[in-house]
């Protein structure tokens, strides 16, 4: 990865609507070679999906819950199903396996409003089998909200 490709990436982090014209514009490069080398990240897999990102508030979407959920017992069949059955539900954006706390997943939850919540706890969460204890946090304000990646990392090599 070059310091052409960083630019891409950070352009189109910022901007995934760019047309392949504006990118090349701002990164440098004629379009067939900026084409070039977005697929080229694309197939390396270093582009990993396009997406539109939501305003969840304009979504009434209003209350965000990070839940920590302890499980009863630590074992591969048990894991699978708690995983199984989180993925049915959509108001759960991010659900992450954890270690170095005393759970076992933290959740992202996404819903309207506290009744919302509490309708999601008490008869999805807690109703799985194996979940043994259950930890909710609510987001108050978002200080950092970014879905864009550090690349400052990436030492520039030559392509």
Do not use: W
């Amino acid at each position: 990865m070059d310091r052409l490709d960083k630019r891409i990436l950070k352009e189109l982090q910022s901007n995934g609507r760019l047309t392949n014209a504006e990118l090349a514009e701002r990164v440098g490069l004629s379009a067939t070679p900026c084409a070039r080398r977005v697929k080229q990240l694309e197939d390396e897999g270093v582009i990993d999906r396009h997406v539109i990102l939501l305003n969840p508030s304009k979504l009434g979407l209003k209350l965000n819950a990070l839940v920590l959920i302890s499980m009863d017992r630590h074992t591969p069949d048990r894991f699978e199903h708690f995983e199984a059955e989180i993925r049915k539900h959509p108001e759960v954006t991010e659900l992450l396996l954890i270690t170095g706390q005393s759970a076992d997943y933290l959740l992202k939850v996404v819903v309207p409003d506290m009744d919302a919540y509490q309708e999601f706890l008490l008869n999805t969460i807690t109703r799985i089998e194996g979940v043994a204890d259950v930890h909710s946090s609510f987001i108050l304000r978002r200080v950092i909200d970014s879905t864009e990646l550090p690349l400052n990392h990436i030492p520039d090599a030559a392509r």
